[in-house]
């Protein structure tokens, strides 16, 4: 079992950066590829970023390749993603998932997941 707490969140205009960090609990997330989603008003959940247990394996969207940067911290049970060159068209809320096997980018792969934290760009 793993639990996520997002935080880094929030207000940010175009072309600044902000650097989400998920917390997880648990001895074994050196274990669990991890995933970052984003879900914007009325659309659907979609795959951002993952990294495979060691760090080793990473994947993007196509549309944040080159500004975005995932990465991990197994001693200390965080996955982070680095946002850089903010859009308006990255304004979601973005959320954490964790799964027992290897880097994914499909949601239902995903067993646990955070709570979300906010992330609006304005123009």
């Known amino acids: 079992q793993v639990q996520l707490v997002e935080s880094g969140g929030g207000l940010v205009q175009a072309g600044g950066s902000l650097r989400l960090s998920c917390a997880a609990s648990?001895?074994?997330?050196?274990?669990?590829?991890m995933g970052w989603f984003r879900q914007a008003p009325g659309k659907e959940r979609e795959f951002v970023a993952a990294?495979?247990?060691?760090?080793?394996?990473?994947d993007y969207t196509d549309s944040v390749k080159g500004r975005f940067t995932i990465s991990r911290d197994n001693a200390k049970n965080t996955v982070y993603l680095q946002m850089n060159s903010l859009k308006p068209e990255d304004t979601a809320v973005y959320y954490c998932?964790?799964?027992?096997?290897?880097?994914?980018?499909?949601?239902?792969?995903?067993?646990?997941w955070g709570q979300g934290t906010q992330v609006t760009v304005s123009s």
């Open positions: 998932a964790a799964r027992y096997s290897v880097l994914a980018t499909l949601f239902y792969e995903y067993a646990y």
């Open positions: 648990g001895r074994t997330f050196s274990r669990y590829a």
């Open positions: 990294i495979s247990w060691s760090g080793g394996n990473t």
